[in-house]
């Protein structure tokens, strides 16, 4: 469309260049002076002209010695014509008379630009979304299936979401199937699930899948700042895909224009939910024979407005959610096709070891590796580099280059030695994944511990050795190094045991004295900007008593820390000391340091040659996943 419109310009300016040329041409003749009037007189009277060519109020002409020459000349040229005709120059006379083609074009010159100017705007406003004046054609982008084409092959780790949609794959290959039998297919499918666990690909899949014309959008290109436009694209949009039934329309993050109505000002008659409206009147009037079908994302939906999840709309919700380890070892696997790997790579082992991550979080996971693996120059990828790789993704990049005294890396040794040795002797708790001294992201040390298999609760004998560990950190400390010489370090450790107790006590139903009741925390909203808070009905003796059972909680994980790591204490002499040595210990490093046992750290890693060059594709950085398990204690 650029090309087209700068082509067009180009044309019209080529042309008025033009036109001004034509009538300009030969007024002056190429390479001559132009000499005054009196000059010219002086010329004539001494003989020296030998030719002369006359037009209207100008001259040009020609001396013996060849030279030319113009001048401008009164209109009255009598005078002028006489004295050339004494000195018997040769006279010529051209007309001024302009050619009639040229006079009307030169007429009607500003009518037709401004004729061009109309077209030109007119066509702009029919050229679609993109043209000047084409707000209210839709943003859909159309994917066939020749293009970028997707299948359910492509998708792993959802196999009850592929289950669920290969019903919609079913009906658009062959609709008489269902509707012999009085069968209707639902018009609109909502995929519900965290960020990064692959609902858009699933989208793509069910379109490469059914072999139809798949138009996406994003719920937030239908709404703009003028008022009817996202209506008059929603419009747009279904007749698009009208002309090309059966199809798939997909809309990404429906929440941004499906929210509740009457949330907003005004008594909520704005744009964004006049979108919704015309949205709704647009799903709900469908012809069952058109065949089109309405899928839809989001990771919020309590937010969404009621009629939009009620039967002939959206009436099928596919729970897309984090993988459990099967479903990831197949998503790494998917993602390790193009990638060189050592004979060393368990791919179950890694699965394993990221619990919580997502289809996106996994992708960047071996990305991370890959990376790692080139700046080695490495020609494949070790297990060492996923492991690297988990810890960066995890708990942040290695600041090696902060400088820590030896008085705070002792300290940071013994706070992490607590908290490992502790989580080797609790009743119940995951095994000790690593424990490192090494600052990474804002925390001086961690510990990380990772659960054998995917946990979808937590026993109330594994919250409070839980608790026990957290409190590991800050007791080694004061064992150690007495009370005055106590650190901050343990904040983050308070935090979360703060955090398991309240829970413990308000929502889990684990305190006597309050007994298996909910119990209401504060919760803030925002509005216009400011915090609101929003406090259930707790009366003061009870939300006093809530504290109460919450510092006897965390009271208690103290206590059982300071009797283990006193009976302990020459073990957490030995862990903090091979922590000083080492630096990072794996789980079985430590285990084998409590026996006596030192790390073995020979590199067994030959010497590679430097790999040829090869570009290794970069991905926007992502946020560490936030789950339950594994969680880190940090310094």
Request: proline share 5%; with cysteine.
């Amino acid at each position: 469309m650029n090309l087209r419109n700068m082509a067009i310009w180009g044309i019209l300016v080529i042309a008025l260049i033009g036109i001004f040329s034509l009538m300009n041409a030969g007024t002056h003749a190429t390479g001559a002076s132009d000499i005054s009037y009196s000059q010219l007189l002086a010329k004539v009277d001494a003989g020296a002209i030998k030719s002369a060519e006359l037009s209207s109020a100008h001259i040009a002409f020609t001396d013996k010695s060849g030279k030319a020459f113009t001048a401008t000349t009164p209109n009255e040229q009598d005078d002028l014509v006489k004295r050339l005709e004494a000195q018997k120059a040769d006279i010529r006379v051209k007309s001024t008379t302009m050619n009639p083609i040229l006079a009307v074009l030169f007429q009607f010159l500003p009518f037709i630009v401004m004729i061009g100017f109309y077209i030109f705007f007119m066509r702009q406003m029919q050229g679609g979304a993109r043209g000047a004046m084409g707000f209210g054609k839709s943003k859909a982008k159309m994917l066939t299936e020749n293009k970028n084409r997707v299948t359910f092959d492509d998708v792993a780790g959802v196999d009850e979401a592929k289950d669920e949609l290969a019903e919609i794959v079913d009906f658009l290959k062959d609709p008489q199937k269902f509707q012999r039998l009085g069968g209707k297919i639902p018009k609109g499918a909502l995929m519900v699930g965290p960020p990064g666990t692959g609902k858009t690909l699933l989208g793509r899949a069910v379109a490469g899948e059914a072999g139809v014309p798949f138009f996406y959008i994003s719920g937030s290109d239908f709404v703009e700042m003028f008022v009817g436009v996202g209506a008059s694209r929603v419009r747009d949009m279904f007749e698009q895909a009208k002309k090309n039934s059966p199809c798939i329309i997909f809309i990404d993050e429906i929440d941004a224009v499906g929210r509740h109505r009457g949330a907003g000002l005004g008594g909520g008659n704005d744009e964004r939910e006049q979108t919704l409206n015309q949205l709704l009147v647009e799903m709900d009037g469908f012809d069952p024979s058109e065949a089109i079908i309405v899928i839809a994302s989001t990771n919020r939906p309590d937010v969404l407005d009621p009629a939009l999840l009620r039967p002939g709309r959206f009436d099928r919700q596919v729970v897309v959610g984090n993988p459990d380890i099967g479903g990831r070892e197949r998503i790494l696997r998917v993602h390790m096709k193009n990638v060189p790997l050592a004979a060393d790579v368990d791919v179950r082992t890694i699965a394993r070891g990221t619990p919580g991550f997502s289809g996106a979080d996994l992708a960047n996971l071996v990305n991370e590796a890959a990376l790692m693996a080139a700046r080695k120059n490495r020609r494949m990828v070790l297990q060492r580099d996923f492991e690297d790789a988990k810890d960066r993704v995890m708990m942040g990049a290695e600041r090696k280059s902060m400088a820590m005294t030896d008085e705070e890396k002792r300290l940071t040794a013994y706070h992490e030695g607590g908290h490992a040795l502790l989580a080797l002797n609790v009743p119940a708790t995951d095994p000790v994944h690593k424990a490192t001294i090494i600052p990474r992201g804002r925390a001086l040390g961690m510990v990380m511990q990772l659960p054998e298999r995917d946990q979808l609760s937590m026993s109330f004998e594994q919250m409070t050795s839980r608790l026990t560990i957290l409190m590991g950190g800050r007791m080694a400390e004061e064992i150690i190094f007495g009370k005055d010489k106590i650190t901050s370090g343990a904040s983050s450790d308070i935090d979360q045991a703060t955090r398991l107790a309240r829970a413990m006590v308000t929502k889990w139903g684990f305190s006597d004295k309050l007994g298996v009741v909910s119990y209401g925390e504060n919760q803030d909203e925002v509005f216009l900007g400011h915090s609101v808070s929003r406090t259930q009905n707790v009366s003061e003796e009870t939300s006093r008593l809530i504290d109460e059972e919450v510092k006897r909680l965390v009271q208690g994980g103290f206590d059982e820390a300071r009797r283990i790591l006193m009976e302990k204490i020459d073990d957490l002499h030995t862990l903090a000391k091979a922590l000083l040595e080492y630096e990072t210990l794996t789980g079985d490093e430590i285990v084998n340091a409590l026996k006596g046992i030192p790390p073995n750290r020979e590199d067994p890693e030959a010497a590679l040659p430097p790999p040829p060059s090869v570009s290794v594709p970069l991905t926007p950085p992502i946020e560490a996943p936030q789950i339950e398990p594994p969680q880190a204690v940090t310094a």
